[in-house]
């Protein structure tokens, strides 16, 4: 009977079992929330305490690939670039002389022509038939003049003789210089009518080249028309005209006064393609005061046509040549707070600021006055990432030579690395090689700042 009872008292003064249990989960969750919050913290303090690194290909510590150059001493044109248009030294619109029935054309269209080519007929029998007629006025009168001769030589013998009063014979002689008059009247009509006979056969006035046939055979031509038969014009020789600031003239009016050629480089609208070569030929007489331009012409010969009339070209005078001055490449120079300046490679592969006094530019080179020698080095790729005193790598010749594909990785299978690929593929350059590279690059891998490299981009 006593037994229950202490069962009784022990299981009122214990725990339960399933008590327990929640409060042991919480104890559990509260341990592994105290870990996740642990590892936060570690991983929080170390990655504040690491220094910054670069993403990308080049990480602090490396040295920047660069492309350079050396200075060297050449030759610099000094050139005065313009716009102009060509204008032939001949341009005729071939009209008619007299007023008739066009009946023939004998050209066609776009041929070439030379001075007397026979281009058109107008119908001539009408002054053939003026023609006759002034002919026949002609020895109508030279026969009344005659008449009136024979009569002043009897009328002269007969007042010698006091036959007849004088004054018929003085009116006589007043009568054949009338008659004489007429005879000289009818001869100029006769050589008009045989100068229009001549104008009936239109000839080429130049040589040159016809354009579009204005006008049919078969139609009515006057000499009031406005856009008569075709324009002629001539092709070789041709000009160029085009205008240049006034405050050029001086220079150039140095160059013409010393006796010298100009030459002028006419290119194409595009300012690619070299169309014809020629000289400097003449000046206008003033300056345009609207503009503050003044117009030159330049001669060409033009002997394969290339430059056509009305054409749009660019115009390069080159007025006189620096010769054996110090040059430097353009994509070497930069701009900016220190003025006109480039980076320039030290001996220790370390880059440093230095200002430069340009000169005149030819194409791809400035002429320097000051700041650079002879067989320097300076950065013409890479400068927009430098600063100065920041280290650069130079790439050798063979190095830049092996690694340079012919052409774009992209599009035309070009790729880089020894040779060209296709598509991504390629010796060196495949796409697998770039994904390596970018992930490497992406988990912050380092090399020693002596071996790094520098690798084509993904």
Known sequence: MMQPMESDAVGAGAVPLNSRRPILRWVLWGLVALLILGLIVYQSVTFLSQPPQRRGRFLDGGNQPVGAARIRRGDIRLTLRA???VTPLTTVTVNTQINGLLMQVGFKEGQRVHKGDFLAQIDPRPYQVALEQAQAQL?????VLAQAQMDL???QTLSQQMSIPRQTYEDQVWAVKQDQGTVDSDKAQVKAQQLNLTYCRIVAPSDGRVGLRLIDPGNYVQTNSASGIVVLTMLKPTSVEFAVAEDSLPQIMARVRAGAKIPVIAFDRANVTQLATGEFAAVDAQVNATTGTVMLRAQFDN???NLFPSQFVNVVMQLDTLKDVV????AAVQRGAPGTYVYLVNDDNTVSV????????????FAVDSG???GERVVTDGAD???DGAKVSIPDIQSATNGAGTGTSRGNGSGRGKGAGKGWTGKGGDWTTRQRRHRQDQEGSQQPAGQQQAQPPP
């Not at 020895?139 to 026969?143: M, Q």
């Not at 040059?327 to 353009?330: E, L, R, S």
Request: aromatic content about 2%.
């Open 83 to 85: 716009l102009g248009a």
């Open 139 to 143: 020895a109508h009168d030279e026969a």
């Open 153 to 155: 030589t009897r009328y």
């Open 303 to 305: 002997a394969d046509e």
């Open 327 to 330: 040059t430097v490449p353009a």
């Open 354 to 365: 230095h200002p430069i006094t340009l000169g005149a530019q030819d194409g791809d080179l």
């Open 372 to 374: 650079l020698e002879p």
């Open 385 to 387: 990432r430098l600063r």
